[in-house]
């Protein structure tokens, strides 16, 4: 299948060889730009890049980011083309970001090189080396290694299904109760039935794949956006990142309350990186990261898998020629209804109940793709958050969301100001 793979890489090359710029990302053809007028440093479309690629994604209003398994390659981001190509920053121009190709290869340790007189993008192809089974309590953990950095993808389902993105080269499974399908995209892993959705840690070169409660109740992780030097917006003398600490530690409260095991990233005025954020996320049941924004618009994000297989999409429609089966795989992973499209639509409905009205979106973000639970990015609109009063009104709706989410019955009106711990 890698050899089909890189065939159609090399087709589409020839194919529309007379168009200049040309960048060809996996699958996918697009353009590159030269923000400096050269012709030297090439500049290609970040979200396009990551969606063909099945990369982890996050912009933010200054800098964007990109990973691949346990890396991430960070820009800042300018609007001055000639300082980006000198500095190796990314670009915003035309309401889309851009980021120099070479380096992100090089950082991300992708395939880059000139064929046919296109630039061409894609994975390297990884192997899985070896995959073991190991019980932890309740907990069954499954250690995948590889010979580099691999994106691993949960893809619905029950059996769980796993998508090795890139991935040419599998073991023997070690014993009958696991599975591998080749793919023109790499693999998949079927793992033995079972309720519990797998969660992913990453690691360099390893994703372990945990299953299984460890007796627990559900973790809910909430995440107050920003901290530290890092303030968020500032809106009159009121700062995004002591608006969204105050609306969690509220959550926390109301959450606790009902017995849950709550944790938070941040619980004081701290910066916390993104990538502990992240590991912070890929143990959560469920993942909340409260932001803010000026203005009166709520945001919600989230992040369904279908959307960072756009890949498999694309797939689709290069694949008219595909065996039915392969095709009744793609028709399942677009179609499939993500858990954190559901959660993210439970918190529309909370927020609408406390009249703040809310858009969702299904936009890629970084912290979000290492979830391994159902995780949703709420940007709250500042105006809802000026009084005590809204915050405790946010913070209530989004407690409200989280039980619904879990399946617990609708809670008694709560005090947040009385601390809890006591199981319904
Ligand atoms: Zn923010």
């Given amino acids: ?164 993105i890139g991935v040419t080269q599998t073991p023997t499974p070690p014993d009958s109760t696991l599975s591998f399908n080749q793919t023109d995209w790499g693999s998949e892993l079927l793992l033995p039935p079972g309720t519990d959705p797998p969660r ?47 609306v969690v530690q509220r959550l926390q409260r109301l959450l606790q309350a009902r017995g849950l095991e709550v944790v938070l990233t941040r619980s004081s005025d701290k910066a916390v990186p993104l990538l502990a954020r992240a590991q912070y996320a890929s143990s959560a049941q469920v993942f909340l990261s409260v932001h803010a924004a000026a203005g009166n618009q709520t945001h919600i994000y989230s992040y369904p898998e279908v959307q960072t297989l756009r890949l498999l999409e694309k797939g689709r429609e290069l694949f008219s020629k595909t065996p039915d089966n392969q095709k009744q795989i793609l028709e399942r992973y677009v179609a499939a209804p993500g858990s954190a499209a559901r959660f993210a639509q439970g918190v529309s409905q909370a927020l609408a109940g406390v009249a703040i009205a809310s858009v969702v979106s299904q936009d890629a973000m970084y912290v979000l793709s290492q979830a391994g639970g159902a995780a949703v990015m709420v940007e709250m609109g500042f105006e809802s958050l000026r009084s005590t009063q809204g915050r405790a009104q946010a913070a209530s709706a989004l407690a409200k969301a989280v039980f619904s989410y879990l399946g617990l019955p609708e809670a008694q009106p709560a005090s947040p100001t009385k601390p809890g711990g006591v199981k319904p």
């Fill in 200 to 246: 992913l840690f990453f690691l360099p070169r390893q994703v372990i794949v945990q299953r299984g409660s460890s007796g627990h109740p559900p973790v809910v992780v909430l995440d107050a956006g920003h901290g530290g030097d890092d303030t968020g917006v500032i809106v009159g003398k009121l700062a995004e990142k002591d608006l969204t600490l105050s």
């Fill in 1 to 164: 299948m890698r050899s089909l793979w890189i065939l159609l890489v090399v087709l589409l090359g020839i194919s529309s060889a007379q168009y200049e710029n040309r960048l060809l990302v996996g699958f996918q053809e697009t353009q590159a730009i030269y923000p400096d007028g050269g012709t030297t440093t090439p500049f290609g479309p970040a979200q396009l890049i990551a969606q063909a690629l099945g990369l982890g994604y996050l912009e933010t209003s200054s800098r964007v980011y990109l990973s691949l398994g346990s890396m991430v390659a960070v820009f800042y981001i300018t609007e001055d083309g000639n300082r980006a190509a000198s500095v190796g920053a990314a670009y915003r121009s035309q309401g889309s970001v851009w980021v120099p190709v070479r380096q992100l290869a090089a950082n991300l340790d992708l395939l880059y090189r000139n064929d046919y007189g296109a630039s061409v993008l894609a994975l390297k192809p990884a192997q899985l080396i070896s995959i073991k089974r190991v019980v932890v309590g309740g907990a069954e953990r499954y250690v995948l290694s590889f010979d580099r950095d691999v994106q691993v993808r949960f893809v619905s389902g029950n059996p769980p299904r796993l998508a090795l």
